[in-house]
């Protein structure tokens, strides 16, 4: 560990009663631990076996976008319905506590690509799991999955064993 999880703020029964929600936004207004943790992410994937960055809304565009321009590669965002103005493509989800669609732009990605999947935090893993979907259904190969934080006790990993996946903090508990 980085020692990043002390700058990670524990919000109770948010967005719903009995949700600890991982706040990010405490580690991002250090300087220092926002920096490190962009390193820290890098550090676990080979730039030149990637060709696109993808960030899921909202926070995942926040390390994806960092790692793009320090890579020089392409920003593709991945978002919630009716956010993106050209055609695209769509996959609904389940989150811990409910359901939700994802879309990307049917353009963002050519045959063969390899991609890069950023998020700030895996919990189920059912985002995550509907991004691979369309990255895949736009023939896009997945050249790993990373996250600022995994919520093990979840178990969201056991969908991805044949990714290379990493995380920087884990949370073995709520």
């Given at each position: 560990m980085h020692g990043f999880e002390e700058k990670i703020r524990t919000v109770m029964d948010f967005p719903k009663p009995g949700i600890g929600f991982k706040d990010i936004t405490t580690l991002l207004k250090d300087a220092s631990a926002f920096k490190d943790s962009i390193e820290a992410m890098a550090a676990k994937f080979d730039p030149e076996k990637i060709d696109k960055i993808l960030g899921i809304e909202s926070r995942g565009f926040i390390f994806a976008s960092v790692l793009a321009y320090k890579?020089?590669?392409?920003?593709?965002?991945?978002?919630?319905?009716?956010?993106?103005?050209?055609?695209?493509?769509?996959?609904?989800?389940?989150?811990?506590?409910?359901?939700?669609?994802?879309?990307?732009?049917?353009?963002?990605?050519?045959?063969?690509?390899?991609?890069?999947?950023?998020?700030?935090?895996?919990?189920?893993?059912?985002?995550?799991?509907?991004?691979?979907?369309?990255?895949?259904?736009?023939?896009?190969?997945?050249?790993?999955?990373?996250?600022?934080?995994?919520?093990?006790f979840l178990n969201g990993r056991k969908r991805f064993e044949n990714f290379n996946i990493c995380s920087l903090i884990e949370y073995d508990s709520e």
């Open positions: 890579w020089n590669k392409g920003l593709i965002v991945a978002r919630k319905p009716g956010k993106l103005p050209a055609e695209k493509i769509s996959e609904e989800y389940e989150l811990e506590y409910g359901v939700d669609r994802i879309e990307i732009h049917r353009d963002a990605i050519s045959p063969g690509e390899r991609i890069l999947i950023l998020d700030d935090l895996l919990a189920t893993g059912g985002t995550v799991e509907a991004t691979i979907k369309l990255v895949e259904q736009l023939k896009g190969e997945i050249a790993g999955i990373g996250f600022l934080i995994e919520l093990t």
